[in-house]
Structures are given as C-alpha cells and as structure tokens.
C-alpha cells in the first residue's frame, strides 16, 4: 500500500524518510517528511514539514494524511522518528529543525509528545542542550530517523549522530522529564539504531558509508565503553536500516531490514537474529527494485509492519509481512 506519493500533491517535491510504531492499543502510527521545495535533506530545504497517518485496523486502512509538524516557511522540521513509552502510554516523536532565515546550517534536535495515541500533539520541546556536548554548537548533528527503543527498565533509547564527533547514544530514564546523552560514541557509524540485549546490554547497529557492510557495537556499562564489528553478513551501501525486537506468542528475537546491496539502493530484505545479534539469518528478500530507508513495527495481530521508501523515492510502501514468511523454528 502506498502511503505517501508526491504524485498526488503537486505542492509537493517528495515524501521522505519513514517512521511507523505500533501504540498499547494495537493503532499503527506512521510519520514521513513533507519535503515541499526540492527532495533536498534539511539542510538544503527551507520548507518541510512532518505529517502522519494511522491505522486502527493493523494497516487495512488509514487516516487522511495530516500535518503535526509546520513552521513558517524558512524554517523546517525533518528526520522523524518515534519511541512509544509503555510506562506513560506517550508517543514522543522525534525531529530535527533548521532555521534557514537567521541560522542557516545550525541544528536543533526536538520532539512533540501525544498522549491520546496521535490524536493530540504538544508543542514542539527543544532537547539540543541536553543530548549535545560542549563546542557542539554549530556541528553537523542530528537524530537518527525511524525509531527508538524503550529497555526493561523503562529508559528510553535512541542515536544521534554528530559528524564532527561520533554518533551517540541518548535517552531518558524519567519518561522523557531529562535526558542524557552516552559518554563514548560508537565508530564507526552514521544512522544507527539501538535495542537492549536480553543480558541489559545496549547494542547498536550502523549504517557505515563506503564500506559495503553494517556494523555492531555493543556496551555492557550504559555506553562508556564499546565493542565493535564489521557485521561481514549484513551488506549493506549506506542507508539506513530499521532494528527491533520481536517478543510475541512465546517468541523472542531480533529482525532488521535495511538494503542488501553494497553500493546500490536497490533490494529490501529483512533478516533474524535467534541469538542477540550475534549471526543473521540469510536475507528475505521484500522489494527487489530501488528502495532506500525502511522502519518495522510488530503489529498486534503479530504480523510485522514495514515502512519503507521505494522506486527512487516517489512512493512510500507500507506491507505486512507473517512471521512464517521469514522465520521457520
């Protein structure tokens, strides 16, 4: 199902950047970049905006598209990405912002919360002094897109990147009151994404560019120290991939989809991990022609849901895939 295609609004130049989770009450909630101008990234369009749809049918139908995000033009909002926090039922979306009138190529890291499962959205809140360190001011930084992760514990994770200074881990142990940011970064990394091990170790994994491969990075002290591996069986170009775990009907394991290819943005997999990360499956293959970004959620009815930019970002599919469909036990 295509779910947002720019070919349907001339106003528009193109969809980007996917984001989907699936709230407590089974509703599935999808944000993507409005990019008005151009396809250009943040830096390069002064008039983005952030809209979603959702469906409380397990992606059978789905709202009208709408805006949640929208400032003035000069100024724009991209890169969404959610985490929904269990403890609190609120969805805090993620999103990076440039003011291109008076602080052109200055970033700012914020997010909107809901707690009404997207209905209602806060004000935007500015993060960017908590989750950043001194003399990043005026660095090239920003959170990564698609989604976080919330540990057993309750504490929210999620990766920044700073291309000047190393992608980070962040998060918040008070339901998103503080946040913090991770005393060492991973590398190599760009995008990045983060779950927590069953033994409460932080793992994350990275798109890395110019290296035809994934990397691992694993902290067993909360992100003080790493250990790190070129993953030889995730290909990989430099796209960003989406990481989770499935913890349903007595199963529990890891997936990741990302682009199985080491140059081209072309064939969309997804493998599984059935010991923490530490060997993949052989990829399934889910879209052989160009595809780029990809976001995953475990849909209430236990199918996994799949976001991701298609057919050089013109459309944005949504598909659900059955768990017997990747994974034989």
Known sequence: MNLFNADHNSEVSCYRIPSIITA????????????????????????????????SDNGNTWTPIRTIVDYPKGKSASDPSMIFDEVT????????????????????????????YGKS????????????K??????????TSGRGFQAKDGTLLHCL????????????????????????????????????LLDGSWMVNSRVNNSGYRYSHISTDFGNTWNSKKEIDLIDPGSNGSLIRYNQNSQNFLLLSNINDPKERRELVIRYSLD????WSAP??????????SSMTVLSNGDIGLFFEADNYRNNLFTRIKLDEIIEF
């Open 89 to 116: 039922n609120t969805i805090f979306l993620f999103f990076n912002f440039m003011n291109h009138i008076n602080e052109k190529n200055k970033y700012y890291l914020k997010y909107i919360s809901s707690s009404d």
């Open 161 to 196: 990147v700073n291309l000047q200074n190393g992608t980070h881990v962040f998060g918040s142990k008070d339901n998103g009151k503080t946040w913090f940011i991770s005393k060492t970064p991973v590398t190599p990394g760009n995008e990045s994404k983060i779950i927590e």
């Open 134 to 143: 001194k003399n990043w001011s005026n660095d090239f930084k920003f959170i």
């Open 284 to 293: 399934r293959i889910i879209y052989r022609e160009k595809a780029a970004y």
């Open 276 to 279: 923490e990360g530490n060997s």
């Open 24 to 55: 407590s009450n089974g509703d599935l909630i999808v944000a993507i970049d409005e990019r008005v101008p151009s396809c250009g990234d943040l830096k390069w369009s002064d008039d983005i905006n952030i809209v979603m749809r959702k469906s």
């Open 121 to 132: 959205w806060s004000d935007p809140v500015d993060i960017t002094n908590q989750i950043s």
